[in-house]
């Protein structure tokens, strides 16, 4: 994996305001993280989902995790892992309002992470992360697969600027519970949060400062996804388990790796453009 440009690049920043331009680079970072982070200020070409995209190697070998009917990616090089063959996701987006056209003609891998055993230069996935009910686990595995020196490129649900932002950010006690409780399934906990405790999900009116209102048909919808669990009886329920900002995610993952659970290391976090409800990550496994 190519090196990735910096977290804050004074260049890019620089760029966006022409008052910023005869700032040296120290000036240039302190001003963006008293001033530009908070406002959306772009600092670094991957902020951006589609810069970090072409910043993927498109000759090596890559696994796009939960395609469905939008891959990432496409080419001889890309394999695609589901939960669902083709077949099933066609007909999924068939009936969500998806476009079935879209599915990848083949499903690689179908089921989980633990099934894979090819290798990969790159793993990729977008808004899938949050998903997982266990996400050690689900770091181990994108590890296993990896080339030493291959990056797991993320794209990540920014839970201040999306339905989530009422719910409290996730924390390593959260995430080492699931791997603890070995995780398979969603918890009656996350079923509830993302049924009845989300907002809006239009990220400009977020950054704006209008969250909507958290209270709206509670009862009910906590009803609902109480019932909702019981029907399920423990079977999968596709819902949200984890809720980021980059900062929280840059030290979920430093401590997941400082305690030695994980073997993937930090290559970059950019945080999100204004107006967006994500933000980029990369992770490494070493090369030694």
Same mark, same amino acid.
Not at 28 to 34: C, K, L, Q, S, W
Not at 216 to 223: E, F, K, N, P
């Given at each position: 994996m190519r090196t990735p440009p910096p977290t804050i690049d004074p260049a890019t920043y620089r760029a966006t305001d022409p008052a910023l331009a005869d700032m040296s680079d120290a000036d240039? %970072? &302190?001003?963006?993280?008293?001033h530009g982070r908070d406002k959306g200020v772009v600092a670094s070409p991957l902020a951006l989902r589609e810069n970090l995209l072409a910043f993927v190697d498109d000759d090596g070998a890559m696994l796009e995790i939960g395609p469905f009917h939008a891959p990432l990616k496409r080419g001889p090089k890309v394999e695609y892992l589901d939960v669902l063959d083709a077949a099933q996701l066609r007909e999924r987006a068939a009936t969500t309002r998806g476009n079935p056209a879209g599915v990848p003609d083949l499903i690689h891998h179908v089921g989980s992470l633990a099934s894979v055993e090819s290798r990969f230069d790159a793993v990729l996935s977008s808004h899938a992360i949050e998903?997982?009910?266990?996400?050690?686990r689900h770091l181990q595995q994108v590890e296993r697969v990896l080339n030493p020196g291959g990056g797991y490129f993320l794209i990540i649900p920014d839970k201040r600027y999306c339905f989530d932002h009422f719910i409290a950010p996730s924390s390593v006690a959260d995430v080492l519970q699931a791997y603890e409780e070995e995780r398979e399934v969603h918890t009656l906990k996350s079923v509830i949060e993302h049924r009845a405790l989300?907002?809006?999900?239009d990220a400009l009116r977020h950054w704006q400062g209008d969250h909507g209102l958290p209270e709206? &048909?509670?009862?009910?919808?906590?009803?609902a996804a109480l019932a909702e669990y019981e029907a399920a009886a423990g079977h999968y329920i596709d819902v949200h388990a984890?809720?980021?900002?980059?900062?929280?995610?840059?030290?979920?993952?430093?401590?997941?790796?400082?305690?030695?659970? %994980?073997?993937?290391e930090i290559a970059g976090i950019?945080?999100?453009?204004?107006?967006?409800?994500?933000?980029? &990550? %990369?992770?490494?496994?070493p090369a030694g």
């Open positions: 240039a %970072i &302190a001003h963006y993280r008293a998903h997982q009910p266990d996400l050690v989300t907002t809006h999900n709206r &048909a509670r009862a009910i919808r906590v009803q984890w809720y980021f900002t980059p900062p929280t995610f840059r030290s979920i993952v430093t401590t997941l790796r400082e305690i030695g659970l %994980i073997g993937l950019y945080h999100p453009a204004f107006g967006r409800n994500e933000f980029c &990550a %990369i992770l490494r496994r």
